[in-house]
């Protein structure tokens, strides 16, 4: 009513006139309006900016939350063929060999945290190729499958999500970079043994395009044409020369290209003038043997370097290569422990857990310097039925007696004194002569084995160049096993459950304790770094198998213990 009185009063007032007592009573009363309006008008701006300010916060916070993966590092290391009663010998073995007492416990024992269930889609007994796409894919497969589901169709896996976040990625193994393992989380192929192909992927040239920034192990065979020392391809690519297409900055082929671009040992770590020359650039390639790399108690330190040195090098690679922000996923397998268990070798076998044993120290050192990080270290399946105790008589009870001294006097691995015995053979001209039965007295058991004590019907077998070689491998494991009071009951795997291991990030490590299938380490592994595999899968749809370079699958031959149980 005011208002409209004084919009009647002021509406026919000439401006020129002055205001009498009402009209400057109205004026007031409108300008004291005005400013009343102008500060409710103040308040609900500052009261929206406020709102809107908070709501950037919580949405920062959200999506930062979200991209947490970013700056999480997963560490997952795989001890292939390695069973509960492997990891009570090597734990046994190495008190031994150290003065220890029963107390002592490995750097695995002190992170256990459960156990793993390894069957596959299709059998209660895995192979590696399944339980690896367990753990990449976190679904069930088929054995012989790598990185596809149970009908055949690829999953997207873990490294690749990892990848897809903007993170670094790496695979360290010593098997060929081409087996089960490292195939499974960076290559899609319906089976194993298509090695050739699972080559072609991991350097980038298929759809996809290269998912991996770190390799490093054996297999050169399917990288180089059968034309050329050590290559084993039929299609005469060069997949070497080929990556550097593909942006493979550094290429390693040999101890000296190793060192030459790595500072890992003691020795080396004063040489600060150097330090930036040897940073390894990435991404790196580096194939260290053209088939498996050597059994620890075979190794050259001076050709290859062991588990433990690649795992150095690759954790400084991924920090020093790493952008802000940048996490990484990598991969570390200790390939041969399954390896001298299909042998039924138990020195091979314990050199390469206590190489393993090592290699778990050097990580949790870096774990516990990054704490955003989840190391996981379990295996896909047990090899060799592995007992600690035999009764080697049925009709005498047994003793319960472990010689671990037998163990240490071993010097060489079954395999390669297979190999030696048979190109001996090959070069003899006679049958079980003087000559044979004192090489193998001497070179094969002596010198070998430790084995003093051969007995007639041992050298007999050995000494006739009529037994087969698949004979006289698990033969000479059996040999020093029998003295070492330990049993073997299949060269193949077996279906237990086995030890499941954690450290680092508590957020990750804490959905691992207890009894799990072997996916949920797969899906744990998503979790932590906030992935979709699912998604990883869909996205990916229109893309699966299809090479750019049309190359055709080729089968090539496969050593012994490389059926698709392995």
Partial sequence: MADHETSRLLAHEDPRDSFDADELRLLRQEEGKQIRRERKRMVLCLSLAIILTSSAVAFTFFFAKKSLGRSRNVIMMVSDGFGPASETYARSYYAFTHNLTEAYITPLDEILVGASRTRS?????????????????????????????????????VLEAAKDLGMLTGLVVTSRVTHATPAAFSAHVVHRDLEADIAVQQIGDYALERQVDLIMGGGRCFFLPNTTDGGCRTDGRNLIEESKRFGWNTVMLNRK?????????????????????????????????????????????????????????????????????????????????????????????????????????????????????????????????????????????????????????????????????????????????????????????????????ATEAEIALLANPDTSPLEVLPFLGHAISRRANLGWTTQGHTGVDVNLYADGDNDGRKDLYGNHENTDIGVAMSKYLNVDLDYITRKDASKWFKPKSGFQSAWFGRSQHEESGN
């Fill in 257 to 453: 290209d190793f060192d030459a671009h790595n500072m890992v040992n003691e020795d080396q770590e004063g040489e600060e003038e150097e330090e930036e020359d040897r940073r390894l650039v990435l991404p790196a390639l580096g194939l260290f043997h053209s088939d498996h790399m050597n059994f620890e108690i075979d190794r050259d330190a001076t050709q290859e370097p062991s588990l433990v040195e690649m795992t150095k090098a690759a954790l400084k690679a991924l920090t020093d290569n790493a952008g802000a922000n940048q996490g990484f996923f990598l991969l570390i397998e200790g390939s041969r422990i399954d390896m001298a268990a299909h042998n039924n070798d138990p020195a091979a076998h314990v050199r390469e857990i206590l190489e393993y044993h090592e290699t778990v120290k050097e990580v949790r050192k870096f774990v516990a310097e990054h704490p955003d990080t989840l190391l996981i270290s379990t295996s896909d399946h047990e090899t060799g039925g592995f007992t600690l105790g035999v009764q080697n008589d049925p009709n005498t009870y047994p003793d319960y007696l472990w010689r671990p001294e037998v163990i240490q006097r071993a010097r060489v691995s079954t395999e390669i004194l297979t190999r030696r015995l048979t190109q001996f053979h090959s070069q003899s001209l006679q049958k079980d002569t003087k000559k044979s039965r004192e090489f193998v007295k001497t070179e094969i058991l002596k010198k070998g084995l430790g084995i003093t004590d």
């Fill in 121 to 157: 889609s299709d059998s209660l007994v895995t192979d590696s190729a399944a339980g690896a796409t367990a753990f990449s894919c976190a679904m069930k497969s088929y054995n012989a499958a790598i990185g596809v589901d149970a009908n055949g169709t690829p999953c997207g896996t």
